[in-house]
């Protein structure tokens, strides 16, 4: 049972003139009885909760900064009236203010032998499962002095997806790509290494290309043309690692890789490339594998992204390059969202980096500072000095990292959290056009 502030006021009226007039227990028992009398009943007058039926529909999924909304379905089976309050339980991190948070409180009636549908509005402000399992009921009597408490257990799950906020540069990407394709679909001499069509002998054709079956078959001499071969595979690889914790502006690097990750899948998927996903820090926390080029490996990877945090473990950077060698099938692009410190670089991915550079391509894309290159300007001040000898030797290390890797043969992206992913979706187009793919 629970009482009302209602309960508390009437109580609190009556006793007040037994204090005054009859302060006796005689007077306090003609106050308190017909009130406690009134109160048994109201608490008998207010419908069960525990034979409530709930049921849940709504969104499933939402984007991270979007508006999901879950409805609660409320059967009444009583035969009484249902006053009630209920409290739908979420994280915290289901809204972005209090006032937001107020959303999951609802007051509402529901008559005998029927139902009431709530909706809970949520605007998430973490990726990842928001699970709701447990909804609060209080039902009070006709009098407003009792009410029947009780819970139930009415499990939903929203997954919060990563925003990609970097779409806005998927337009000027793709029609860059269509104007690749259009001057490699230009079929030159043997040129590519699929198969397109047959056409007549020009002087000047390499004869390798002659087919002479068709040619048999006809008067004229018959070449084969080729065309670039499509479906490449991408593996692109997250280090989930401690690094990937540090926050550059407003959100995390790991956040700034995703979105990169995105906007290349999108981008690729549609040149006709198959893309791959690994995330790893000492061991796969995620993976996309074997999806058909131009399917739903777009919403595959953001699914599988959404839940992914920062482990507070140090990347094992050689298992990582070897985990990568391993899941890349034939050859492939691999890209690595890591970091450019020097330590992990070099006792970790440049060992193995000829092992990766002999069979596929790599791309080491990270996530820079604006922080630090402003340090590295500063001046005026003792402090400013300090600071400016750290920005420049920490911009000095990254930037021979950078070197040794592309020594290697290693395509380098080092950007801002905003520019990583147009950086990163250039170099892919990049590599295509120097037909490095």
């Known amino acids: 049972m629970a009482l009302t502030g209602r309960t508390a006021l ?3 009226l009556g006793s007040l003139p037994v204090g005054i007039l009859a302060p006796s227990w005689t007077g306090m028992l003609a106050v308190n009885a017909p009130l406690s009398l009134a ?18 529909t709504g969104d499933t999924s939402v984007r991270l900064g979007d508006t999901a909304q879950v409805q609660l379905t409320v059967t009444n089976p009583s035969g009484r009236r249902l006053r009630a ?13 209090e006032a937001e ?15 009431s549908r709530l909706t809970t509005f949520l605007r998430p402000t973490r990726r990842g499962d928001r699970l709701s399992d447990r909804v609060t009921v209080r039902s009070f009597g006709p009098l407003g002095l009792a009410a029947r408490q009780g819970r139930h257990d009415v499990p939903w799950t929203v997954r919060v997806l990563p925003p990609f906020t970097s779409r806005k540069h998927l337009p000027s990407r793709l029609a860059r790509l269509r104007e690749l394709d259009g001057r490699t679909s230009v079929l ?37 043309t ?42 690729a998927t549609r040149a006709g490339d198959r ?18 080029a131009g399917g739903d490996v777009l919403s595959a990877v953001v699914d599988a992204m959404a839940p992914l945090e920062p482990e507070l473990v140090e990347t094992d950077a050689r298992g990582l390059s070897t985990t990568a060698l391993a899941h890349a099938p034939r050859r492939s692009l691999i890209v690595l969202l890591t970091g450019l410190d020097p330590a992990p670089v070099e006792e970790g991915l440049l060992p193995v980096l000829p092992q990766l550079t002999r069979r596929h391509t790599v791309l080491v894309a990270s996530v820079a500072d604006p922080h630090v290159e402003r340090m590295a300007r500063s001046r005026g001040s003792v402090e400013a ?32 959290p905003h520019m990583l992913a147009p950086a990163l979706a250039d170099a892919y187009l990049a590599l295509k056009a120097a037909g490095r793919l």
């Open 101 to 115: 948070q107020a959303a999951s409180h609802h007051r509402f009636t529901v008559p005998a032998g029927e139902r």
């Open 10 to 12: 009437l109580a609190a």
């Open 226 to 267: 080729w065309r670039p071969e499509r479906d490449r595979h991408i593996l692109v690889v997250l280090d989930t690692g401690r690094t990937s914790a540090g926050r550059v502006g407003d959100a995390p690097r790991l956040d700034a890789a995703m979105d990169a990750t995105l906007l290349l899948t999108a981008l």
């Open 39 to 56: 109160i048994l009943c109201d608490y008998a007058l207010a419908a069960p909760v525990r034979s409530l039926r709930f049921t849940r």
């Open 85 to 97: 309050h209920l409290r739908d339980a979420w994280p915290p991190s289901s809204w972005s203010s």
């Open 385 to 416: 000095v300090y600071e400016a000898a750290a920005g420049t030797q920490t911009r000095e290390q990254r930037r021979r990292t950078a070197d040794q890797l592309r020594r290697h043969g290693v395509t380098v992206v080092d950007a801002t």
């Open 275 to 292: 893309v791959h996903l690994l995330a790893y820090d000492r061991r796969i926390r995620a993976q996309v594998r074997g999806r058909v």
């Open 188 to 224: 030159t001499r043997g040129e590519g290494t699929e198969f397109d069509s047959l056409r007549a002998y020009v002087p000047g054709d390499d004869t390798r290309s002659i087919d002479w079956r068709a040619t048999a078959r006809q008067t004229a001499v018959a070449v084969r």
